[in-house]
């Protein structure tokens, strides 16, 4: 992507050179790929590459686009406390704005962090942010406009997704696996577990009941029983596919995957060490996020856009509505005193 935009601008460049003055008659914003999303009340924030877009979801059959606010860089994950939304924003740190006012998000201020920051999850007054070959870093989030580093601790592996459960945080770390760290004094969080047999690359978790399912690319799904007292992990179940599998969400007794070129798979995990295949959703795009929250599931199709379904029946989704995004912009020309 990034040498795309490269061979953008020196094309751009080529034609302004050649063009004299020229005069801006109008613009249009090109978003390039949906990928994490949090569904609050009728809005829905998604991070998006360049930064992040609101959608008023008011009405799922006529999705609108309200803001959009770029990015520094590679926007990959992002989430709320209330009215203010923390973007991880890949090699710029983590950058934090006010939505009280949805068609004009403020930028607030950037935190500085080492590595690539990758994903967050923020729980009470708690924020962990995986930041790639660096770890994870643990923030006091209670004033939430001004976070602050408390704690951190590695992993001996890449961290690309985190999950604070009560006193724990878990990590996917990619090749390494899994990994469990005790926050019980978040200013000196302690490694306590980990799982390393994994066949695949672990891209996403999800914690539901007990249990650990990890995405997998080159493998499929794995299903860890976590121990709450000891931070241990017990491989209890897997569903191996061709398919990768990049990131999930659980909802009750259904597990959404996404599966990127190869849509969303869905999962009934009402026995967790067998899960069950249950349907297979083909898109447009690549699902790179979804979100549950019954009777609507939330699905970010990269280029595709967001789409909604229905679920509330049970069997195969019901798409309500869909807001398509224009794509990358893979090229310029000219045409006569137009680019």
């Given amino acids: 992507m990034k040498y795309w935009f490269s061979y953008l601008l020196a094309l751009f460049w080529a034609v302004l050179s050649t063009a004299g003055d020229i005069d801006l008659i109008g613009n249009w914003y090109v978003s390039g790929f949906y990928e994490e999303l949090v569904i609050q009340g009728n809005r829905a924030y998604v991070a998006d590459v ?131 760290a005790y926050i019980g004094d978040p200013a000196a969080p302690e490694l306590t577990g980990s799982y390393t047999d994994n066949p695949g690359i672990v891209r996403g978790i999800e914690y539901e009941g007990g249990f650990l399912y990890l995405a997998e690319e080159n493998y499929g799904l794995e299903v860890l029983y976590f121990d709450v007292i000891t931070g241990e992990f017990e491989q209890v179940g897997a569903s191996p596919t061709v398919t990768d599998y990049l990131r999930l969400d659980a909802e009750g007794d259904r597990l959404f995957v996404c599966a990127g070129l190869n849509g969303l798979k869905i999962f009934d995990i009402s026995l967790p060490t067998q899960p069950n295949l249950v349907h297979s959703l083909p898109t447009d795009g690549e699902v790179w996020g979804v979100m549950a929250q019954y009777p609507r599931l939330w699905v970010s199709d990269g280029p595709g856009g967001l789409i909604v379904y229905d679920v509330s029946g049970g069997g195969q989704p019901v798409e309500l509505g869909r807001q398509e995004i224009l794509g990358n912009v893979l090229g310029v020309t000219r045409y006569g005193d137009y680019i």
Avoid: K
């Fill in 50 to 180: 360049y930064g992040m877009t609101t959608l008023d979801v008011t009405d799922p059959g006529n999705i609108n686009v309200l803001s959009h606010q770029a990015g520094q860089g590679y926007s990959y994950g992002l989430d709320l406390i209330g009215d203010l939304v923390y973007l991880a924003d890949w090699e710029e740190g983590l950058l934090y704005s006010d939505l009280s006012n949805p068609q004009a998000p403020q930028l607030l201020g950037e935190l500085d962090l080492p590595g690539e920051v990758w994903t967050l999850d923020v729980a009470g007054d708690l924020a962990a942010v995986a930041c790639g070959p660096e770890g994870v870093y643990i923030l006091d989030v209670s004033d939430p406009e001004n976070p602050e580093i408390i704690g951190s601790f590695g992993i001996n592996g890449f961290a690309v997704d985190v999950i604070i459960e009560g006193d724990w945080v878990l990590v996917a770390g990619w090749e390494a696996g899994a990994f469990s």
